[in-house]
């Protein structure tokens, strides 16, 4: 750690599975408790304890204010190749047992947190836009219990519980606005995978590619083969593996060959640090 920076995010492990930071209990079968509020800060509190995070400063181009201290959502600028945006999908998410309708306006970022990323999406100039989300985009982690969905994503058997419009509100506002070269990045489910999503969102006949690359966890080998991809987006498996301890491996790089395009190179690397077949990607920038 002397060597190297470290980006860190909460994601639910720091206090109970698939939680909402806002929520006043966890379940049907707790409603009765008192505590979850309370588990909640304190795992949270845990998580800025261990991590360096300058809560501060906040990052200083946030525009962070004295009622975000706890924010955890942020960017950071690497030149005129890279943006990293990191999101928070617990601390203002909506109950996960709710329809996604309109009505019940459900999110997993809340609205400040969604029109911050919108924004910051637009005002890049960056070649590469890559988005670090705890939960995944395009891969369903979805229960058949009232919790619903824990993540973008959505499955056959739970279409209502999800929070798909307000991925496809975000999809929709990258194609109306043209923005290329956008890589999501997540772990989360216990399996590495490369997506990719070629889709028309806004019906222009242009459609948007974009990918999500999955990497770990370290030490999870649960899952015996890939969880199928939400069939409500047109998104592909080009290499997914299972029962492999395993990191993710991405660098931007310029290319010689490619008259000195900056490319996006992504690998899955076991716990020996050797590359697994099938899984590099090397994107060019559109």
């Not at 999800?162 to 399996?191: A, G, P, S, Y």
């Not at 299972?242 to 310029?254: E, R, S, T």
Request: one cysteine or more; aromatic letters at 10%.
């Amino acid at each position: 750690m002397q060597n190297t920076s470290l980006y860190s995010q909460a994601d639910d492990h720091e206090v109970v599975n698939d939680y909402g930071g806002n929520w006043s209990y966890l379940s049907n079968e707790t409603k009765d408790r008192m505590g979850f509020p309370n588990l909640a800060k304190a795992g949270l509190q845990s998580f800025f304890n261990f991590s360096p995070l300058d809560r501060n400063n906040n990052n200083n181009n946030n525009n962070s204010t004295e009622e975000e201290a706890n924010r955890i959502y942020r960017s950071f600028n690497w030149g005129k190749d890279l943006d990293l945006f990191l999101l928070d999908a617990h601390s203002y998410r909506s109950r996960s047992e709710l329809d996604d309708t309109p009505e019940n306006n459900k999110t997993l970022l809340g609205k400040a947190q969604l029109q911050w990323l919108k924004q910051s999406l637009l005002n890049s100039s960056a070649t590469w836009k890559v988005i670090s989300t705890d939960v995944p985009f395009t891969i369903p982690s979805c229960f058949t219990n009232q919790l619903g969905c824990d993540s973008w994503a959505t499955n056959s058997s739970a279409f209502k519980k999800t929070f798909v419009r307000e991925r496809n509100d975000l999809l929709k506002f990258l194609d109306d606005n043209n923005i290329k070269n956008v890589v999501f990045i997540t772990t989360d489910i216990h399996f590495p995978a490369n997506v990719i999503v070629d889709q028309d969102q806004n019906n222009d006949g242009d459609k948007m590619i974009l990918y999500e690359i999955v990497s770990g966890p370290f030490a999870a080998i649960t899952y015996p083969t890939a969880i199928p991809i939400d069939p409500t987006i047109n998104a592909t498996y080009i290499y997914h593996e299972n029962k492999i301890f395993n990191f993710g491996y991405l660098k931007v790089q310029k290319q010689e060959h490619d008259d000195d395009k900056v490319h996006l190179i992504s690998e899955i690397r076991d716990q020996d640090g050797l590359l697994r077949p099938g899984s590099h990607l090397d994107l060019r920038p559109q």
